[in-house]
């Protein structure tokens, strides 16, 4: 079996949903909501459909991943939230194809960067390095490690400076 990644669709909302909760169910570093926010960022204006992806193993959905728009002084970057993968795929390389596949779509699309809280071990595999290092910051407290950007393009964060504007949904429950 393929896998293949491509653009969510209003058919495969459910089984995200399902997708996104177990993902999440057992991990350590989680609020547990992930699930939920999907469905509120779906319903922001910082929303991007085209970087709303899913990936399909066979006829099943396995993976999901979602950047949305944020605001860092005058630029308009990127954030990366949710990556999801079910448990049972896990370490197959899901989570590194979307967010490769992610990240050449908003390239693409002229987004400059992005931005993500994960996994400091993690991240660095794909160019994300502490934000800080550009001069941008989170909006609440967190660790210099697990706060990082990334850049698109060489010096595609060089006039992005300040604390990071997230969608308002990102801190609704």
Partial sequence: MSINIRQENIE?????????????????YSDHDE????????????YI???SLVTEYGDKIVGYIL???????????????????????QSKGIGK??????????????YKGSVVLGHDK??????????SLYG?????EVSDDHFMAVEFVAGGLS????VVEYAKEFFEK
């Fill in 35 to 46: 699930h939920h926010l999907v469905d509120r960022l779906r319903n922001s204006r910082n």
């Fill in 97 to 110: 194809r979307m967010i490769m596949e992610g990240h050449t779509i908003a390239a693409q699309l002229g």
């Fill in 49 to 51: 459909p085209e970087l």
């Fill in 12 to 28: 495969d909302i459910h089984e995200v949903y399902h997708v996104v909760q177990k993902a999440f169910e057992n991990a350590d």
């Fill in 122 to 131: 993690y991240y660095p595999k794909f160019g994300y390095r502490k934000a």
């Fill in 67 to 89: 950047f949305t728009e944020i605001k860092v002084g005058k630029q308009t970057l990127i954030a990366l939230a949710p990556v999801a993968v079910l448990p049972e795929m």
């Fill in 159 to 162: 006039d992005a400076h300040g």
């Fill in 136 to 140: 941008i910051e989170a909006p609440f």
